[in-house]
């Protein structure tokens, strides 16, 4: 479920209030605006679920978090299922019908499966951190998701890389090399050369293949991608900021990512290098990514959901 955020590139809907600043590292309404863009990721409130199932999912997800999940029985692995079916259902536009009803329990279990997959418990959370998540989730849910700011991506992009590092049984990867600024025009000039790309004015390096039909995305459109990033070496590979079939707004993108896929159309492939200057600037650079530094991403573009279409989400 963290790779709908792993990119910074969270879906945002209207502003609302947040939590506090946390006590250390990043602030509390970056949990919050995490939980809340993985609920609306996740369509949690377009399941036609009651605020009590709803209330026991979260329940469930809870006990995983303390260390005392829910077991999974024959009725929550059945609705696990069809969770997984109906949420590709809404994904593709065909929005298949509920197949019956499930026991409050089976929502618990099914939760408590959802946080065991999340890690919540081995990534150094906090009580309030992880209740801060849970708010935002249980916001998205009743359709007042958190408007999503650059230190929830931030903390999306770092909670990717560790649940990454956990599932393949590993240590955290380790950062890419440090990268000279002073180097960048130099650099870019032989990445284009490298990887033959073609410069825009704003600095971006892309190489973009033909794709299936003539739909490019424009501001205010919602796009499907998969993208591998990788750092300026083109060999240390960026988990954090990698996904397979990530939903988001456009207009919500690294300012390269979103030049970059108005050149695409749907099924077409490309190779991205941006300069910082179209990623974080002089922002907060994301763990284990050299400040200053170019990315690599190599972008499919899957889908596109125009601005203002019925099943936009």
């Not at 409130?45 to 995983?64: C, I, P, S």
């Not at 990867?173 to 180097?183: E, H, L, Q, Y």
């Not at 424009?218 to 796009?223: E, F, K, W």
């Not at 922002?283 to 990315?295: C, D, K, L, N, T």
């Amino acid at each position: 479920m963290a790779a709908a955020a792993a990119l910074a590139a969270a879906p945002a809907a209207s502003a609302q209030g947040a939590p506090a600043t946390a006590p250390s590292g990043f602030p509390m309404n970056a949990y919050a605006e995490l939980g809340s863009s993985i609920g609306q990721a996740s369509h949690f409130g377009e399941l036609g679920w009651t605020d009590e199932q709803f209330g026991a999912f979260l329940d469930g997800m809870r006990a995983a978090f303390d260390g005392k999940p829910f077991e999974m029985d024959d009725t929550a692995h059945k609705l696990s299922a069809e969770m997984n079916r109906r949420i590709s259902d809404i994904d593709t536009g065909t929005k298949g019908p509920s197949q019956g009803d499930y026991p409050l329990k089976a929502y618990s279990a099914f939760g408590s499966s959802v946080g065991l997959g999340g890690h919540f418990g081995e990534l150094g959370w906090t009580q309030d951190q992880f209740d801060a998540f849970i708010e935002g989730m249980r916001s998205a849910f009743k359709g007042k998701a958190y408007e999503v700011e650059d230190t929830a991506r931030q903390l999306a992009a770092e909670m990717g890389r560790k649940i990454s590092a956990i599932e393949a049984g590993a240590a955290v990867p380790a950062p890419a090399p440090a990268f000279d600024p002073s180097k960048l025009v130099a650099y870019m000039k032989d990445a284009s050369q490298r990887y033959h790309l073609q410069l825009s004015d704003s600095g971006l390096g892309y190489n973009v293949s033909a794709g299936r039909n003539g739909i490019r995305p424009r501001p205010g459109d919602t796009v499907i991608i998969s993208c591998s990033a990788t750092a300026y070496d083109g060999t240390t590979k960026l988990p954090q900021l990698s996904s397979a079939r990530v939903r988001s707004k456009l207009d919500q993108m690294f300012l390269g990512l979103r030049e970059g896929l108005q050149m695409m159309t749907v099924g077409s492939h490309a190779l991205f290098v941006l300069p910082p200057a179209l990623t974080y600037g002089h922002g907060q650079w994301p763990e284990g990514v050299s400040p200053g530094s170019p990315i690599i991403f190599e972008v499919t573009l899957l889908d596109v959901v125009p601005a203002g279409a019925p099943d936009q989400r």
